[in-house]
């Protein structure tokens, strides 16, 4: 079962004897006569389905049930002068657009990413500002803004959404996983990932094994097609998986080392020369793991959700696209994949593509 | 279980002001998940937790790297 309220970013997500609970309540059952069925219907101690049901509710009244009144917004502060120590022109698709940045780390965290969208046309485009004001980067379109993040890397993830969306013309996400996608012709597979457990490695992997790049670190659902967008933007490979990709990609022996978060990195760039979406076939949640057998397991719609709960994922806060959403994640098959052979997951990944989950 | 009884009416008022809490997924009732699980099923320990969605926790940059 899954829950959602309006002033909660968020979706609650309940078990089946939690949803238990919530339903029998709902009905006006006791607690000690949903314990005596407790008891009852699964063969425990009934002091132990009392100790459950009690806990679940004060988890509730934390959370789901709390009254607490929902933080609220207040009209953001933005100066009216700017000096930034950043601006890049660049070119995605048809568009044209220009970058500009007051804060140096997010312009280190950022102009890699959008080095080979790089233009040397600064005709007007759309026009995208970066600022740190008061601890906070502030996100603006066109003098609108669009994001607040406190973090380097959160704000650059919000700006490529966001990029990547109006670059697009009439494209509106309904949901973004934190996922690599890779795809051929018009399918692809959306690997939702935590950090650092090699999605950008395998991404680059499956790249160079003549899929297509889709995305390496959002995979955004269009809301009215369900395809998953293009992102072509540079991943950034830490320094464990260059000896892994060096015969695949021997070009990152020339690629500048840059240093992000205490890691030292490289950027690869990705080809750019098709912007068309893509179908997704499967959600794929890859997990690399040293000397593991290459394993896939089905998952059902609710272990994916609670999977995306921790790999990161966002989805518009209304009833009409949480419903689309969940129906989405219903209708979609799920696999969970662990290995530690770059070359199997490879293959794994492309049976997947021409329909075999054997 | 006077405690019980408090709690239960606890939750009522808290369930009846929170009308906000939109059920989304799932319209089965309780009668019929507890036929699907059937007697004596297997018992999962209730849990529930919120999976926060917001468009930054497509960020990363963080931790160790694993790959080797």
């Known amino acids: 079962m899954v829950l959602a309220r309006p002033d909660v970013q968020g979706l609650f997500l309940l078990n089946s004897t939690s949803r238990l609970i919530w339903s029998a309540l709902r009905l ?3 607690v000690e006569s949903l314990a ?12 132990q389905a ?10 509730w009244r934390e959370d789901l049930l709390s009254t607490a009144p929902p933080t609220q917004s207040s009209v953001p502060y933005l100066p009216s002068t700017f000096s930034p120590c950043f601006v890049g022109n660049y070119r995605l698709g048809a568009k044209q657009f220009r970058l500009e940045v007051n804060d140096q780390d997010f312009a280190d965290e950022i102009a890699p990413r959008l080095a080979h969208l790089h233009s040397d046309t600064a005709s007007p485009g759309i026009h995208f500002q970066v600022l740190r004001v008061g601890g906070q980067l502030k996100l603006l379109t066109d003098g609108v803004l669009f994001g607040e993040e406190l973090e380097a890397n959160a704000a650059r993830a919000v700006l490529l959404q966001e990029i990547s969306r109006v670059a697009q013309p009439g494209a509106e996400w309904l949901a973004i996983l934190h996922a690599g996608a890779c795809g051929a012709g018009t399918d692809c597979v959306i690997m939702p990932a935590e950090t650092n457990v090699g999605k950008t490695t395998l991404t680059a992997a499956l790249m160079h094994s003549g899929l297509r790049f889709l995305s390496d670190d959002s995979a955004a659902i269009d809301r009215r097609t369900l395809q998953v967008a293009v992102m072509p933007f540079a991943l950034m490979l830490r320094e464990g998986s260059w000896p892994v990709l060096a015969s695949r990609f021997p070009e990152l022996a020339a690629v500048p080392i840059l240093e992000r978060s205490g890691y030292n990195v490289r950027f690869l760039a990705p080809p750019t020369n098709n912007q068309l979406p893509a179908v997704p076939k499967c959600l794929l949640f890859i997990e690399f793991r040293p000397d593991a057998v290459t394993t896939l397991n089905p998952l059902t719609p609710f272990e994916s959700l609670l999977r995306l709960q921790k ?11 949480i419903a689309s959403f ?17 070359s199997e997951a490879t293959a794994l990944v492309r049976g997947l593509l021409n329909g075999s989950s054997n | 279980m006077a405690y019980n009884q408090k709690m239960d009416q606890n939750m009522n008022e808290q369930l009846s002001n929170n009308e906000q809490a939109v059920q989304s997924a799932d319209h089965q009732d309780r009668r019929e998940v507890v036929r699907k699980l059937g007697k004596f099923a297997a018992y999962a320990a209730p849990f529930s937790v919120l ?3 917001q468009k930054a926790s497509a960020a990363s940059g963080k931790g160790p790297a694993k790959h080797k």
């Open chain 1, 28 to 30: 006006g059952v006791t």
């Open chain 1, 36 to 47: 005596r069925q407790f008891t009852a219907e699964f063969d425990i101690p009934h002091s």
């Open chain 1, 50 to 59: 009392v100790r459950d049901i009690a806990a679940t509710i004060d988890s």
């Open chain 1, 311 to 321: 790999t990161g994922f966002w989805v518009a806060h209304d009833r009409v696209s």
């Open chain 1, 326 to 342: 969940l129906s989405w994640i219903q209708s979609i098959p799920s696999y969970r994949a662990t290995y530690s052979d770059l």
């Open chain 2, 51 to 53: 999976a926060l969605t």
